[in-house]
């Protein structure tokens, strides 16, 4: 059972959370634009490294919110997303960077 | 046999129990091993290959031999189970077995979840010192240890420390120990398993620590900031020819029979001995009045047991020492000491080989533990307790580093190293007594070429018993490393893996098990399907009609019977277990665009549309009719088994894709119980339900308010539909009074029957995540002026666009009463072998298929099994025109008093309802205070009698609740960041109050006063209860009075709020309140 630093509730039992998935992943700007390949890649496509891993989080039983964390996939070894030294706009909460895409209108 | 005096045993009490049928006695202290012994049992089992005799081998849980079946436990280590009085207790023949048959066992199991600053495992010296120096330095420390008091190895021998005897050590520090309020000391406790964030699952004999014999056990869940370990050490044989016999036992299990248990394992021993530990035993036995005839050495002359001498039954006379043979009934044998370093290699920490020590220890830890003592190779009592110490000051973060405490002088010489002796080669010597694994069978695996330890172990299945190889693991490693001409360090070790001594299942299900084995979730009605004798289905956690039988009907003659009331008359039906979700904000309609196909920022106050959503991929998720309330709200509605998915996914678009929409979202799926009222004759059953609306300007696809409904004109049947919403707590008498007035209810299984009569797909029924709408012939429901919506670029796809796709067809079988089979493969007619679709809704005379490149009029053939000839039709079977939808077109306008059936049988014998007048009370009858139910209502006497002054249980029923999204409303508990549930005083009067179903528009907030129970448990022992099933911290210092959070329990979503110093209150949605209520009532029950 691991244990998740939500940026809200604090440290919580994995069961608590629901997982999810690459973190970074933004939904493109213009997909009618994009070329089919280029839209697989963002639907289909998703790292799997041996070590440090971005991904995100949602607190599904506990404040609901979507974060992001770095988790180490062979130690599990876990930490914030380094800051990127950009607040995003929405952010009003402190909550953490947001945990996916750039938070800009598409 | 057992000695005249000493032990830790009470002699002046006697215990029976029984071993394979005959009557034996112990004494409180004993463990039904050491009682055995005392009794002279030698013999305790057979081996489970060779049928070869075997006896007791050590005295601990890593016992390979003495497995026995003990009372309803298919097979335990006689040297783990405490004597208590009427053990029955049989050895094996060959393997265990489980009977199927046999009825659950009647030990009450829990959990119960603490977090600590500091986690020590085991008691012995290094532990008791850790957890001394942690808790004195004020951290909250749990010390863990597998025996019924503290002192680990010290209570099995004679050691002095400051000159007295170990166990006043040992009572002086549990003393300190029990001064301090923040360290909980757990006996009779086995850390099984060590998992990641330094989450340690620990398994109590909680009855017995109670003083109840019931047997029941707790699995504790731990975390633990720091862990500190200190486990001991496994002492190891040594495999040499005859190593096996009954009469062969580990030296420092002799030791310990005849210093704890006053037990005498032999009268004239021989000690094989490669370490000084051998050399204690020896001098321990002797002191206790066995005669020791030789000790074997091999670091003094290199002399060795060579083999062993045997009676007719195969207990031991005698052991061989090269050409010479002495007599002896006990060999006490010492190969040297393992570690045990299980939960450390659990943690993923690294061993290494100490070639000083000739064992594996730990090396580098992969979690914030420090092992200490023994489990680290530190030997010494002295040099154990001086680690433990610095260990503990370590753990508790404390900078006196253990100096502060006094380490007490310890009268054992300086250890010198053990001889490096694994193996004596010849016939029979065993490496894994439980596996009957010998140092030939070893030999044959490298020999076969392997060279990896796990190969050797998985080809001769050395250590894959139940000891998990406590005590051959190591040895087959050295015998691995010497065929090899490796040394061990270079083999290394196999994985240690939980548990590390065996877990019952039914400790692992605890409580969790019959009906709270898995949270049910029921609506408002629920009681009256029950009590009408509804068959139910599952739908996820949901108990739902599947249809209501009536005096002995079949399933198809009730779904005929309830299909006809929908199509001719009225019928009802429950359908509380839709998602609802409450959109509200500026952006509410830009977001339903994103979200859907089709659009909703067009759509008119007070209007419904039909919705479909996709993923990224395209293929189709959910759908559901969302009905606009006012301009920025918005009511959308899921499938019930999508509805926590869908939530979660609308929730995730929101915060982490468009921020910057003004838009929230709350789910209010509980707070409204819906009655669908359908068929030609609907509209006066709803007229006399809801009085206050004008139902001759009611058009289809529009809604209405009146009193506390919500009244939705959809149907999912082809029918005139009404689907009238209330607060839960008057579903109930909404029901009642919906079937008083002739409405005939029906189930899920009739609901399937009208929609796929009516060609309407069902998400996850027609879809299984590879169909996108077009493919379901809704090309219409997808928008082609929107920019965007979530899947529209993958419908663009080539292979989303490729035209020969499976599509939705109908198919009508030859034989019109035939039934297909859903799943049934279809092949083109006559006799085509390439499977063009799949059946996936079939009833009676009528099935949807997924098919591709198929016309209307096709014949095909319907394989399950059967083939069966079927031709292929428009999946609209019923009404295509859709000219029922206002109702019977036979019967255009609906009279006031319009006929209806008697109340819930479908009978065509029909009564008058009669028309509201204009004076009448414009209240119903089911809307009255008094009809109304508190989800737990049904509790209040159970609660009462369950009540006690440890804990107190009720309900808080009706108490309004608003839930207010933005981060500066400031209101009531912050659930989360912009997340705020305001909850009011009970209403006066003792029910729900008048709340029109309007009310909250254009207030903040969206009123859910139905969508939670509130349970209030006061008492002292409230923390008890709820730390069986809550997996937070809920120190009263960290959780402390006025806290509120969102979390888990029992298997519950809750908000828990500490209302008071001992009390609490328990927000949990009312689907669920049922099963909660009877979970913290069986809690109660095991206080
Ligand atoms: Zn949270």
Not at chain 2, 53 to 77: H, Q, S, Y
Not at chain 2, 557 to 582: C, F, H, P, Q, Y
């Amino acid at each position: 059972m691991q244990s998740i630093e939500c940026p809200w509730c604090g440290p919580r039992d994995e069961i608590e959370f629901r997982y999810g998935g690459q973190a970074g992943i933004a939904y493109p700007r213009d997909p009618g634009a994009l070329s089919d390949e280029e839209w697989a890649g963002y639907v289909f496509m998703r790292d799997n490294p041996r070590g440090w891993f971005h991904e995100r989080w949602f607190h599904v039983h506990g404040c609901r919110t979507w974060f992001s964390i770095r988790r180490h996939t062979v130690t599990h070894e876990t930490g914030p997303v380094p800051d990127t030294g950009r607040e995003p706009e929405s952010d009003r909460t402190g909550r953490g960077p947001l945990a996916r895409g750039t938070g800009e209108a598409r | 046999m057992r000695r005249e005096t000493g032990g830790r045993i009470d002699r002046s009490r006697t215990l029976r129990f029984s071993f394979d049928g005959e009557e034996l006695t112990g004494h409180p202290g004993d463990t039904l091993a050491s009682a055995l012994l005392g009794c002279g049992v030698r013999i305790v089992g057979r081996s489970v290959d060779l049928g070869r005799p075997r006896g007791i081998f050590t005295a601990g849980a890593e016992e390979p031999n003495a497995l026995l079946r003990v009372g309803d436990e298919p097979m335990v280590a006689a040297t783990t189970v405490e004597l208590r009085d009427g053990i029955e207790a049989w050895s094996l023949q060959g393997r265990g077995r489980l009977d199927p048959a046999a009825p659950p066992g009647e030990a009450r199991h829990d959990k119960a979840h603490l977090h600590c600053d500091v986690l020590v495992a085991g008691a012995g010296p290094a532990g008791l010192a850790a957890a001394l120096a942690a808790g004195e330095a004020g951290a909250r420390v749990v010390l863990l240890d597998d025996q019924p008091e503290p002192g680990g190895d010290l209570l099995g021998g004679r050691l002095l420390l400051d000159g007295a005897p170990a166990p006043e050590w040992v009572s002086s520090v549990a003393v300190r120990l029990a001064a301090l309020p923040e360290v909980r000391v757990l006996p009779r406790t086995t850390a099984v398993g060590y998992h990641d964030h330094n989450y340690v699952v620990a398994v109590e004999e909680r009855d017995a620590n109670r003083g109840r014999e019931s047997g029941g056990r707790r699995l504790w869940h731990l975390r633990a900031r720091r862990v500190v370990l200190a486990t001991g050490a496994h002492e190891r044989p040594v495999a040499f020819p005859g190593n096996d016999r009954p009469g062969v036992m580990l030296a420092s299990a002799a030791r310990t029979y005849a210093n704890r248990y006053g037990v005498l394992p032999g009268r004239r021993a021989v000690v094989f001995t490669c370490t000084d530990s051998g050399h204690e035993a020896a001098r321990d036995l002797a002191a206790a009045g066995v005669e020791i005839v030789e000790i074997v050495d091999p670091r003094r002359d290199g002399a060795v047991i060579t083999g062993t001498l045997a009676d007719a039954e195969g207990i031991l006379t005698g052991v061989a020492i090269g050409d010479r043979t002495v007599g002896c009934d006990l060999l006490a044998v010492s190969g040297g000491w393992n570690p045990a370093v299980h939960l450390f290699s659990q943690s993923q920490g690294r061993l290494r080989f100490d070639d000083a020590l000739q064992a594996f220890v730990p090396d580098r830890s992969a979690q914030a533990e420090r092992s200490a003592g023994a489990c680290r190779g530190v030997y010494g009592t002295a040099a154990a307790i001086a680690d433990g110490f610095a260990a503990g000051s370590w753990a508790a973060g404390s900078r006196a580093a253990g100096q502060a405490f006094h380490v007490p002088e310890c009268d054992e010489p300086e250890p010198r190293p053990p001889a490096a002796l694994w193996a004596v080669p010849g016939a029979e010597a065993f490496v894994d007594l439980q596996r009957d694994v010998t140092v030939a069978d070893v030999e044959r695996a490298t020999g076969a070429g392997m060279r990896s330890v796990e190969h050797v172990k998985r080809y001769t299945t050395a250590g894959t018993g139940a000891d998990q190889g406590k005590t051959s693991g190591a040895t087959a490693v050295g015998v691995v490393a010497g065929l090899l001409g490796a040394a061990p360090g270079q083999v290394g070790t196999t994985t240690f893996r939980p548990p590390y001594t065996p877990v019952a299942f039914g400790v692992l299900a605890g409580r969790e098990r019959g009906a709270l084995s898995d949270p049910v979730r029921v609506t408002a009605m629920h009681g009256l399907h029950l009590a009408r004798g509804a068959v139910f289905e599952n739908v996820g956690q949901w108990k739902r009609p599947r249809y209501f039988p009536l005096g002995g009907e079949s399933m198809e003659e009730a779904v005929e019977r309830e299909r006809r009331a929908a199509r001719t008359g009225v019928g009802a039906m429950d359908a509380s277990t839709l998602g609802k979700i409450e959109v509200r904000g500026r952006d509410a309609g830009e977001f339903l665009d994103r979200v859907y196909t089709n659009m909703f920022s067009t759509l008119p106050v007070g209007s419904c549309r039909y919705g479909v959503m996709c993923g990224a991929d395209g293929m189709v998720l959910d759908d559901g009719v969302t009905t606009r309330l006012a301009r920025d709200r918005y009511l959308a509605t899921t499938t019930t088994g999508n509805a926590a998915a869908v939530f979660d996914r609308l929730e995730e678009w929101r915060q982490t894709e468009w921020p910057h929409l003004d838009v929230s979202l709350t789910s209010v799926t509980d707070h409204w119980a819906v009655v669908a009222v359908v068929g030609p004759r609907a509209r006066p059953v709803a007229r006399a339900l809801v009085p206050g609306v004008d139902f001759d300007d009611f058009p289809f696809m529009t809604y209405r308010e009146s009193g506390p409904a919500r009244i939705f004109r959809i149907s999912f049947s082809g029918e005139l539909a009404y689907e009238i919403n209330v607060p839960r707590w008057y579903g109930a008498a909404l029901w009642e009074a919906a079937l008083e007035l002739g409405a005939v209810p029906y189930g899920t299984e009739t609901m399937h029957v009208l929609r796929a009569e009516k060609g309407f797909a069902i998400v996850g029924q027609e879809t299984d995540g590879t169909v996108t709408p077009q493919d379901l012939g809704m090309s219409w429901i997808v928008s082609t002026r929107k920019p965007d919506f979530i899947g529209k670029r993958s419908h663009a796809r080539p292979d989303t666009a490729r035209p020969d796709r499976r599509r939705l067809v109908g198919l009508v079988p030859d034989d019109p009463a035939e039934t297909l089979t859903e799943g049934a493969q279809l092949v083109a007619a006559p006799g085509g072998g390439r499977m063009i679709g799949h059946v996936t809704s079939a009833y009676p005379g009528v099935a949807l298929a997924m098919a591709a490149g198929v016309a209307i009029g096709d014949r095909l053939v319907a394989f399950d099994g059967r083939r069966i000839p079927v031709t292929v039709v428009s999946p609209v079977f019923h009404d295509p025109e859709n000219a029922r939808r206002d109702g019977d077109p036979q019967d255009p306008s609906p009279r006031s008093g319009a006929p209806a059936g008697r109340p819930g049988t479908g009978s065509d014998a029909l009564r008058e309802i009669p028309e509201p007048g204009d004076a009448a009370d414009p209240v119903p009858e089911w809307a009255r205070g008094d009809r109304a139910a508190s989800p737990l209502a049904e509790f209040t006497g159970r609660f009462a009698a369950a009540s006690s002054p440890a804990v107190t249980i009720r309900e808080l029923p009706f108490l309004p609740m608003r839930e207010i999204m933005g981060g500066e409303a400031g209101e009531g508990l912050r659930l989360g960041p912009d997340w705020w549930l305001a909850v009011g005083e009970p209403p006066a009067g003792g029910g729900p109050g008048d709340r029109p179903a309007g009310a909250d528009t254009g207030t903040a907030g969206t009123d859910v006063s139905a969508q939670r129970a509130v349970v209030e448990l006061s008492g002292p022992g409230v923390r008890d209860v709820l730390m069986t099933g809550c997996p937070i911290d809920l120190h009263p210092e960290v959780f402390t009075t006025g806290s509120h959070t969102q979390t888990l329990l029992a298997r519950a979503p809750v908000v828990l709020h500490r209302t008071g110093p001992d009390a609490y209150r328990v927000l949990v949605r009312a689907c669920l309140a049922g099963y909660l209520a009877e979970w913290l009532l069986d809690a109660l029950e095991g206080l």
